[in-house]
Structures are given as C-alpha cells and as structure tokens.
Antibody, heavy 126, light 109 residues
Framework: EVQLVESGGGLVQPGGSLRLSCAAS????????MNWVRQAPGKGLEWVSY????????YYADSVKGRFTISRDNAKNSVYLQMNSLRAEDTAVYYC???????????????????WGQGALVTVSS | QSALTQPASVSGSPGQSITISCTGT?????????VSWYQQHPGKAPKLMIY???KRPSGISNRFSGSKSGNTAALTISGLQAEDEADYYC?????????FGTGTKVTVL
C-alpha cells in the first residue's frame, strides 16, 4: 500500500523558516517524481514544487520561487521542502503527492498526482 | 501560472448527471492530454478521479468520466449519489508547472 506521511508543520513567525518532510513507503520511491501541493484555509489547491527522480529537474511555482527549496533522499525514501522567508500568505496545509508520471520529455516525467499524504499544517503568524 | 476556471458550484438530484467544466488556455489544457480531476471531502486529502483527460484509476466508479475539447475539459458524474457531494478540482500540466482549477462544490439536493 502506497503511503506518504508529512511531518514538520507548525507555527512560525513571518520571515521565519520551516522544513517539511515526507516519508514514502509501499512503492519504489527512486522511480517516481514527487510534488508538493498546498491549500490555504478555505481555498483551492495550489501546486508548489516538483522534483525529478534524480533531482536533476526541479520546478517551483512563481509564488515560492527563491524562497522554497525542494530536495529528496532516495536512500531514505523521503522528499523535503525547505521554506524560508515565510509570509502570512504561505499559511496552508502542505501535501506531498506522488507524480503519476504519464508523459516524458527530456526534462522528466509528468502527469498528475496519484497518491497524496494527509497533509501538514503550516501557520505563519506573529 | 494562472488558475484554470471552474464554476463555483454545481448541484443535482440523486440519479441525475452533472458536468463540471474546466477552462484553460492553449498553454495548458489545450497543449497537453494531461488533464486530471480530484475529489476532496472536507478535512480530507484530494483523491485522483480521472487522469490523462478520460482515464479512471483502479477502483474509481465508471459513473465518473472525463473529456476535453480545445482549451476546455469536463468532468461528468452520472447517477449522482449522496457520497459524491464534495469539492472537485481539475488540473493540467502546463510545461514546467501544473495549474489547478479554481474548484467546484458539488451539492446533491
């Protein structure tokens, strides 16, 4: 059974930092691209970041570019999101999601989000 | 990275069919057959219902179907059931990013 478990959420002051972790199990982690998706309270879903299996290709939403860093450790079956310079508008539930990897181009596989974690709440407030 | 446009709400009676539209641009929905749909119940993580425009993951009821024409995709739920009441989001790959729809609340009357 595929499982994704996020951790590391919490309350942080504006301008602060936080690191989210996502532990994967039930599939061969090194073979799948991974994503982070967030949802602000009462709002819709927003894609945040994507990382290829080998970490050679990484993408970010414009809203987090330059502040967030995605990484992965295939030996530990984990993906991470380092969040710096946090703002009130970053308050959200952050989901780790496996990429369905349906389509390939020279930069990697893409598709959809076929498995999701339960989410980690990040609250940015003073 | 603009959001795809969905109606805010759609409703129907049990047994009826409803359709949710998802309008994008030639840079996302119109360029890739990588449109997916997600169902989200309150307080729960989203669940993949449709991928690659019209394919259903294992275990998803055939009451859910997807289609696409040009820059607009659609999700149809036939034989509406009480358990279908939820928020639904479309999503499209857009070349180095993904774009989600604005979300549609489905109400079963």
């Amino acid at each position: 059974e595929v499982q994704l478990v996020e951790s590391g959420g919490g309350l942080v002051q504006p301008g602060g930092s936080l690191r989210l972790s996502c532990a994967a199990s039930g599939f061969t982690f090194r073979n799948y691209e991974m994503n982070w998706v967030r949802q602000a309270p009462g709002k819709g879903l927003e894609w945040v970041s994507y990382i290829r299996t080998s970490s050679i290709t990484i993408y970010y939403a414009d809203s987090v570019k330059g502040r967030f860093t995605i990484s992965r450790d295939n030996a530990k079956n984990s993906v991470y999101l380092q969040m710096n310079s946090l703002r009130a508008e970053d308050t959200a539930v952050y989901y780790c999601a496996r990429d369905g990897s349906r389509y390939y181009d020279s930069n990697g596989y893409y598709g959809d989000f076929d498995y999701w974690g339960q989410g980690a709440l990040v609250t940015v407030s003073s | 990275q603009s959001a795809l446009t969905q109606p805010a709400s759609v409703s129907g009676s049990p047994g009826q069919s409803i359709t949710i539209s998802c309008t994008g641009t030639s840079s996302d929905v119109g360029s890739y057959n990588l449109v997916s749909w997600y169902q989200q119940h309150p307080g729960k993580a989203p669940k993949l219902m449709i991928y690659e425009v019209s394919k259903r993951p294992s275990g998803i009821s055939n009451r859910f179907s997807g289609s696409k024409s040009g820059n607009t995709a659609a999700l149809t739920i036939s034989g509406l059931q009480a358990e279908d009441e939820a928020d639904y989001y479309c999503c499209s790959y857009a070349g180095s990013c993904y774009a989600f729809g604005t979300g549609t609340k489905v109400t079963v009357l």
